[in-house]
């Protein structure tokens, strides 16, 4: 994301959010008044009460300062309410580009930026809010109950206080600079730990403990370094904290004497006093404290969750004007057209284990799957059709040989856009059924073609019974089944010509599959490869792949029927659908 677009972002989000700042705003001067009150009130009770022999008045005055603090404590608890409207949607929109990058481009980050940094990013912009709003009202009303009280008092107070937070100003970027190093940190340690969790199976059998726990501990200690060079600056911010907080009060002491002498009462000495020690001191502190830990750690998660994109694979799209007619078939996006006669997807010699002693999964695996194919991977449970899929979209790396799809080498950013994986487990977020479907493009999708993607797949009546593409979608009330098929769409309405299906379709019925891939198979355009969930998926292939440990067969349904053996057992009608 450029700076452009993070700014118009940003202002979108702030005009959407106007009338929930206004009323946030509107709750905050509850707060301002009750700083107001809290100073003025004491010194008003002292002045024209208990020092001028009035108790009633004083009584008056601090039950006014009482009635300040009810106040106030019932805006506060008003303004959570409005900060979570403020900061949620700001939380849907960081999932949703999120998971819509980590799936595009196989960004193995991703994992780390969804489970905590979308997290970090959500709690540290209501934090932020919530310090910065506090600061802003409680310094406001106790400048204007000091300048309502005596000028002077200014003079002994704002200069100390813009001190410190210009010192504190200073820190900020710093601090940013080893936030983003932790962080960095933290997302090498997410994935060597995503790597080797897996594996921890073939790393005992292997004996490969010792070298798996270095690479390990490798990052854990630089994780250790980065946080530890980011406590250093606490040291900083501490004495922000004293010069702008602790000082103001120690010049009021000291200079007490001459503003006594220069016309200002006792009352209003306390009060200021107050001022300090009950508002300005406090919300210092926690401007420091959490605009210094936030606000920089939120700079920095906004910059990791948002990266400039890698040149030659932006994701534009051609200029359309209203005349324009739109198609019913997915758009290709430009750059993204596989080049005529290359296989849609090519290996050569792969071999893959997942660990350096196990017996390989893949072993010298040569496959080409020419565009426009149709391939079934069959074979029993466990013996690596999953790993072929991984291996092909990028997110395993293979010991030995080359993959390409569509002639781009995997991994890549051109592979990773030419491509779509469509695991088992289907995902779908919380929003509008549109845009579950359109995660993959760059646009919205126009509604026909969505129609008639839905109508191909089978998703037509899961679309009607929800209400339309702009229904809203609870992932927790949909079946296995239909996260399958929303899934299944999505990928569908993708711009990338090869689908690899990695048993997306277990949670349907036979008819609902065979639907599905048909529709995969007839996709203007594109490749299909499919992990088998039943058997009856290798007889709608066009080449059929046998996987039996290392060893492979292939070809068609019927020339497998009288060569390999595996498959016509594979095949045989008592055989159950194959497990995972």
């Given at each position: 994301m450029t700076s452009r677009s993070r700014r118009r972002q940003a202002m979108g989000l702030l005009r959407a959010g106007r009338p929930v700042s206004a009323r946030l705003a509107g709750w905050s001067l509850l707060e301002a008044g009750q700083t107001f009150l809290l100073g003025y009130a004491l010194a008003r009770?002292?002045?024209?009460?208990?020092?001028?022999?009035?108790?009633?008045?004083?009584?008056?005055?601090?039950?006014?300062a009482g009635g300040g603090v009810?106040?106030?404590?019932?805006?506060?608890?008003?303004?959570?309410?409005?900060v979570a409207d403020l900061v949620e949607p700001v939380r849907d929109r960081l999932?949703?580009?999120?998971?819509?990058?980590g799936v595009r481009e196989a960004d193995r980050a991703a994992l780390s930026r969804l489970t905590q940094q979308v997290e970090i990013a959500r709690d540290t912009l209501a934090g932020l809010v919530m310090v910065s709003r506090s600061f802003v009202f409680a310094v406001g009303g106790a400048l204007a109950g000091l300048c309502?009280?005596?000028p002077p008092l200014l003079l002994v107070v704002v200069p100390p206080l813009l001190a410190g937070l210009g010192l504190f100003a200073a820190t900020l970027r710093p601090l940013a600079r080893r936030q983003e190093a932790f962080l960095v940190a933290d997302e090498a340690l997410a994935g060597e730990l995503g790597e080797m969790c897996p594996g921890l199976r073939d790393v005992t059998a292997a004996g490969a403990e010792q070298y798996a726990g270095t690479r390990a501990g490798e990052r854990v200690d630089a994780e250790f370094r980065a946080a530890?060079?980011?406590?250093?600056?606490?040291?900083?911010?501490?004495?922000?904290?004293?010069?702008?907080?602790?000082?103001?009060?120690?010049?009021?002491?000291?200079?007490?004497?001459?503003?006594?002498?220069?016309?200002?009462?006792?009352?209003?000495?306390?009060?200021?006093?107050?001022?300090?020690?009950?508002?300005?001191?406090?919300?210092?502190?926690?401007?420091?404290?959490?605009?210094?830990?936030?606000?920089?750690?939120?700079?920095v998660v906004l910059r990791r969750l948002h990266p400039p994109p890698n040149p030659g694979?932006?994701?534009g799209t051609p200029h359309e004007t209203p005349d324009t007619p739109r198609s019913t078939t997915p758009r290709k996006v430009p750059g993204r057209r596989p080049d005529v006669g290359v296989p849609a997807l090519a290996l050569a010699a792969v071999s893959f284990a997942y660990g350096p002693a196990s017996a390989p999964v893949l072993d010298g695996l040569d496959l080409c799957v020419p565009q426009g194919g149709h391939l079934a991977v069959v074979g029993p449970s466990g013996i690596g059709k999953s790993t072929l899929t991984a291996v092909?979209?990028?997110?395993?790396?293979?010991?030995?040989?080359?993959?390409?799809?569509c002639g781009h080498p995997v991994p890549g950013a051109r592979a990773a856009a030419l491509r779509v994986l469509i695991p088992q487990e289907a995902y779908v977020s919380t929003g509008t059924l549109a845009e579950n479907l359109g995660l993959l493009r760059p646009d919205p999708v126009p509604e026909p073609e969505l129609l008639?993607?839905?109508?191909?797949?089978?998703?037509?009546?899961?679309?009607?019974?929800?209400?339309?593409?702009?229904?809203?979608?609870?992932?927790?009330?949909?079946?296995?089944?239909?996260?399958?098929?929303?899934?299944?769409?999505?990928?569908?309405?993708?711009p990338a010509p090869l689908a690899l299906l990695d048993e997306a379709t277990c949670h349907l019925d036979a008819e609902a599959e065979a639907r599905a891939e048909r529709a995969f198979a007839a996709r203007p355009g594109g490749t299909l490869v499919v992990v088998a969930h039943r058997i009856a998926s290798a007889g709608r292939a066009q080449r059929i792949l046998v996987m039996d440990g290392p060893r492979t067969a292939y070809g068609t349904h019927q020339d497998l029927l009288r060569t390999c053996a595996l498959y016509q057992d594979l095949a045989a009608p008592s055989q159950p659908p194959f497990a995972r």
């Open positions: 009770a002292l002045d024209v009460g208990f020092l001028a022999g009035n108790v009633r008045a004083g009584l008056l005055w601090l039950a006014a009810v106040l106030g404590a019932y805006g506060t608890r008003r303004v959570y309410g409005v999932v949703s580009g999120v998971v819509a990058r309502t009280l005596a530890r060079a980011l406590a250093r600056w606490s040291v900083v911010r501490v004495a922000a904290l004293v010069v702008g907080g602790r000082m103001p009060l120690v010049l009021l002491l000291a200079t007490a004497p001459w503003l006594l002498a220069h016309g200002v009462t006792a009352g209003a000495l306390v009060g200021a006093l107050a001022y300090v020690t009950q508002s300005l001191l406090p919300a210092l502190q926690n401007l420091v404290h959490g605009l210094g830990t936030s606000g920089a750690r939120l700079t694979t932006g994701t092909a979209a990028g997110l395993l790396a293979p010991a030995h040989g080359q993959i390409r799809v008639a993607a839905a109508a191909a797949v089978g998703l037509a009546p899961v679309l009607e019974r929800l209400g339309g593409p702009d229904a809203p979608v609870r992932p927790a009330a949909l079946s296995a089944g239909e996260r399958q098929l929303i899934a299944l769409t999505r990928a569908y309405l993708s």
